[in-house]
């Protein structure tokens, strides 16, 4: 069974900039599909960016697209989601996710903690 931890989430002003990261551990990710998915407060769970085993492949949502980028580093057994141009409606919990590329939530395995990103207007 693979653990989750997202770093990086935090306050940010519109327009700012932040870098989250998940981090693997007990198993290696090197060979699963990973997502980062968001939540916000009264809302379903939503899909925000997906990066196949290596990397050559992403998806993201048309919300983000532009503006986000994913990516992983599976030496380090990492993934990351840079998140570009934040506006107010970004604001959410942020979630990691292993399974299979994919945009429906059902396709993942394994979910780390969350972390939370609030973007200021």
């Known amino acids: 069974q693979v653990q989750l931890v997202e770093r990086g989430g935090g306050l940010v002003q519109a327009g700012g900039s932040l870098r989250l990261s998940c981090a693997a551990s007990?198993?290696?990710?090197?060979?699963?599909?990973m997502g980062w998915f968001r939540q916000a407060p009264g809302k379903e769970r939503d899909f925000v960016a997906a990066?196949?085993?290596?990397?050559?492949?992403?998806y993201y949502a048309d919300s983000v697209k532009g503006r986000f980028t994913i990516s992983r580093d599976n030496a380090k057994n990492l993934v990351y989601l840079q998140m570009n141009s934040l506006k107010p409606e970004d604001t959410a919990v942020y979630y990691c996710?292993?399974?299979?590329?994919?945009?429906?939530?059902?396709?993942?395995?394994?979910w780390g903690q969350g972390t939370q990103v609030t973007v200021s207007s």
């Open positions: 996710a292993s399974g299979s590329v994919s945009t429906l939530k059902e396709e993942y395995n394994y």
């Open positions: 007990r198993r290696t990710i090197s060979t699963v599909a």
């Open positions: 990066i196949n085993w290596s990397g050559s492949v992403t």
